[in-house]
């Protein structure tokens, strides 16, 4: 599967950004996803995941109740709507793909994940 993510931009702390995460290949629909996030100083870090089906999902702490993850697999395209944006989560963001049904907590290491798109940029300014 190819993913191809796009949607980063600049946005002041308190605001919203929905970035997207377009896959092709006709297995899209059997992969789970999950988005990472990474700057030059840190090393990379889950951000939020989602099963196949879209009925499960799991993030890190440092996001809960702000940022959603979601699916549509008809349009083979997942997102993660960033709410209530911080100067910290300034990161290239990345998505990834892993096979699996539900995403547990072993779903939250860079390492399960076998696919990988290029890199959004977020920049949050304060």
């Known amino acids: 599967v190819q993913l191809q993510a796009s949607g980063g931009g600049l946005v002041q702390a308190g605001g919203s950004l929905r970035i997207s995460c377009a896959a092709s290949g006709r297995t899209y629909i059997t992969y789970a996803m999950g988005w990472f996030r990474q700057t030059p100083v840190k090393e990379r870090e889950f951000v939020a995941a989602?099963?196949?089906?879209?009925?499960?999902?799991n993030y890190a702490d440092s996001v809960k109740g702000r940022f959603t993850i979601s699916r549509d697999n008809a349009k083979n395209t997942v997102y993660l709507q960033m709410n209530s944006l911080r100067p910290e989560d300034t990161a290239v963001y990345y998505c990834?793909?892993?096979?699996?049904?539900?995403?547990?907590?072993?779903?939250?290491?860079?390492?399960?994940?076998?696919?990988w798109g290029q890199g959004t940029l977020v920049t949050v300014s304060s």
């Open positions: 989602i099963s196949r089906s879209g009925g499960s999902t």
């Open positions: 990834a793909a892993a096979g699996g049904g539900s995403v547990n907590s072993a779903f939250q290491s860079q390492y399960v994940y076998g696919y």
